[in-house]
């Protein structure tokens, strides 16, 4: 497995792999790597010749008052599970290698990036796309796969690929979870013992607005109201929000037709967890 650090060799080495006719799947990440990333790699392996794995905490997805400093980081550990997956390259960049003195381009995706997450966290998509384009350039690869535990990221992306012709295709992955139905994230780290406990309102609240979807409730607004409900009974989680979107643009809708993400985000204390299912599901079962 090699590890590279800066963008040119990591271009030729990819480009060597193309050449060669090889497949390369890329999984980008922020590292602190769990079950949920693996899940990743393991299905660019089972669909490429190479896999890529980038660890980057991108700064320009954090707002100011954010947790970038604090944010969870094990290099050692992440290695060893890139390599136990047969990870071919992990390419870890430091911020300066990714944004030299000088910098100064935009990316940004009108709309989808303004709703849900984006209401709290204004620069976030952005950030997110302006990395991901960067990564895409600078690994090339032929897939690139993302966590439905992002939804939004992942609609925001795919957005970025098609408006931009980007020569890549966008796999979207299930969501991971705990075995108690906790949404598996690197945040979860953050948890007290109690907070983890409360933390699994998050994802009950979520059962029962989709037992009730499933049961033939069509109307977004009970269903978002379901959601916020089971939330309140929990005193550590404080509900920021619950919306029922069309996948296409993220548009809030009034009835459930055609494909629905109905997302939520808490509070748990200091900690921000996000949580999602889709109808009906796409990428497996949510
Ligand atoms: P992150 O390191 O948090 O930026 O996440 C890197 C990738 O892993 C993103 O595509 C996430 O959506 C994905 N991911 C994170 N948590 C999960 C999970 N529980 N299940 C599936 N994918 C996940």
Redesign the pocket.
């Known amino acids: 497995m090699d590890i590279l650090t800066s963008v040119a060799p990591t271009q030729s080495l990819t480009a060597s792999w193309r050449r060669e006719g090889l497949r390369v799947g890329f999984?980008?990440?922020?590292?602190?790597l769990?079950?949920?990333?693996e899940?990743?790699i393991r299905a660019a392996a089972a669909e490429n010749d190479r896999v890529v794995v980038s660890i980057f905490v991108n700064p320009t997805q954090f707002g100011p008052n954010e947790d970038l400093e604090a944010y969870p980081r094990d290099w050692e550990r992440d290695r060893g599970i890139c390599r136990s997956l047969g990870v071919s390259l992990i390419f870890a960049p430091d911020a300066g290698e990714m944004y030299p003195g000088g910098f100064a381009t935009k990316v940004g995706v009108r709309g989808l990036s303004e709703v849900l997450c984006g209401r709290s966290r204004p620069i976030h998509f952005d950030g997110v796309c302006l990395v991901c384009l960067k990564l895409f350039n600078v690994v090339g690869p032929d897939a690139a796969?993302?966590?439905?535990?992002?939804a939004q990221?992942?609609f925001v992306l795919a957005r970025m690929v098609k408006d931009l012709n980007l020569n890549l295709t966008l796999r979207p992955?299930?969501?991971?979870?705990e075995p108690d139905g906790l949404?598996?994230?690197?945040r979860n780290a953050y948890l007290s013992g109690p907070e983890r406990k409360a933390a699994l309102i998050l994802s009950s609240a979520l059962n029962k607005a989709r037992e009730a979807a499933e049961g033939g409730e069509r109307e977004a607004s009970r269903l978002t109201g379901l959601v916020s409900e089971v939330v309140a009974t929990e005193p550590l989680a404080r509900l920021e929000y619950a919306q029922a979107v069309s996948t296409d643009d993220l548009s809030e809708v009034s009835e459930i037709s055609g494909e629905v993400l109905v997302a939520a985000a808490v509070w748990v204390g200091k900690t921000r967890l996000i949580d999602n299912f889709i109808l009906p599901p796409v990428g497996g079962a949510g």
């Open positions: 999984v980008p990440t922020m590292g602190y769990h079950a949920g990333h899940s990743l796969y993302f966590g439905l535990k992002d990221q992942y992955c299930p969501i991971v979870r949404a598996m994230s690197s």
